[in-house]
């Protein structure tokens, strides 16, 4: 069958013993799609009353809408903690869930019957979402920055790079252009997913300030501009991959400060996947090696080690601990004891008034 020969493939290309060799695609017959719909929340059943009720609904971005939480629309005036009595018309309770009421219901418009305690019931209509990663994404991003500028009472910044193409570019420019104005610095690459970007936000973060610019108005800024002013600390895990392997070396072997979490995937042979079958399958195989100074080719099949090991347990995931960020906070509020921050006065302005005439 058509599978089997899929399958066929992939253990042949298995036998490359390299990363990135993969098969896709093909003449499969296709098959219904029933999308499923999401409320862009947290939904919790509770046993006593068998009834749904909103938990959490998470941050996103609202001028946006697929990035958003349908439920904070404006005008709906939904709370946390409002029981979910019907979806689409249909109730729901321990034998019916608002997912199951919500299979095939993707960006369509939806009923909601609420009851609020003290509040009576109401009816309202929400587009729901086709995937709620968007939106957890920014909730995730947004709570760390948070966390990290309360626990360092401003002093230090935050940012996250989910990959190295495209996105993750945009993702970095979106907030290291004021997180990098803080003392400090947290470079934040867990789950990165590779491209091929790292080069250029490596620069970004190799850049010494050596002055600054001092606009008649408005605030001084750093020459080169963007450049960091304070320590910096890393953080990787198991699902940085590719070009987020070879971030994590990087920012190791350029010397911009400690790298925490645990060592990472371990695939950094590259491909350029251009080659199509007859049936439309395509297969990629290795082209791109990565070779480096304090290693050859030991990347691949191995990845990075961080300098500070910290695992994060399913026991954290469940208790909602991050312990790798934790330990990031401790080690750059170390850090920051031990650096001197450049503050610029700007004193000594030349004097360019003409002299004085002498008395004749």
Not at 37 to 42: E, R, T
Not at 90 to 97: H, I, L, M
Request: charged share 25%.
């Amino acid at each position: 069958s058509r599978s089997e020969f899929s399958d066929l493939m992939w253990e042949m290309q298995g036998e490359l013993g390299t990363s990135h060799c993969y098969e896709f695609g093909g003449d499969y017959r296709p098959r219904p799609m029933w999308l499923q719909g999401f409320l862009g929340a947290d939904l919790v059943y509770r046993r006593k009353t068998r009834t749904w009720h909103i938990g959490r609904i998470p941050r996103g971005d609202g001028w946006d809408p697929p990035h958003a939480s349908p439920l904070a629309a404006p005008g709906l005036g939904v709370k946390e903690g409002d029981e979910i009595v019907a979806v689409a018309g249909e109730a729901v309770g321990a034998k019916r869930s608002p997912e199951e009421c919500l299979v095939h219901r993707a960006c369509q418009p939806v009923q909601l019957s609420l009851r609020r305690r003290g509040g009576g019931s109401r009816t309202i209509t929400v587009e729901t979402l086709s995937a709620e990663y968007p939106l957890r994404y920014r909730d995730w991003v947004e709570s760390n920055r948070a966390r990290v500028h309360r626990a360092t009472k401003g002093r230090v910044g935050y940012v996250h790079i989910p990959d190295m193409g495209a996105r993750g570019f945009s993702e970095f420019h979106r907030y290291f252009l004021s997180e990098v104005e803080h003392d400090g610095l947290i470079v934040d690459v867990r789950f990165n997913g590779g491209g091929h970007v790292s080069q250029l936000i490596l620069q970004k973060l190799l850049r010494k300030r050596i002055g600054y610019g001092k606009p008649r108005w408005g605030k001084p800024y750093s020459y080169p501009m963007h450049a960091p002013v304070g320590p910096m600390v890393g953080l990787t895990n198991e699902y940085a991959g590719s070009d987020g392997d070879m971030f994590s070396h990087g920012f190791k072997a350029y010397g911009l400060g400690p790298l925490i979490g645990v060592r990472t995937w371990g695939g950094v042979v590259g491909i350029w996947p251009r080659h199509a079958l007859v049936d439309g399958t395509v297969t990629t195989q290795p082209e791109f090696s990565a070779w480096y100074f304090d290693g050859g080719y030991g990347l691949e099949n191995y990845g990075v080690d961080p300098d500070i090991e910290v695992e994060i347990k399913p026991q954290d995931h469940a208790a909602g601990h991050d312990p790798q960020m934790e330990r990031a906070l401790t080690e750059i509020e170390k850090l920051l004891t031990k650096t001197r921050i450049p503050r610029p006065d700007f004193e000594g302005r030349p004097d360019l008034s003409p002299p004085s005439l002498p008395d004749v």
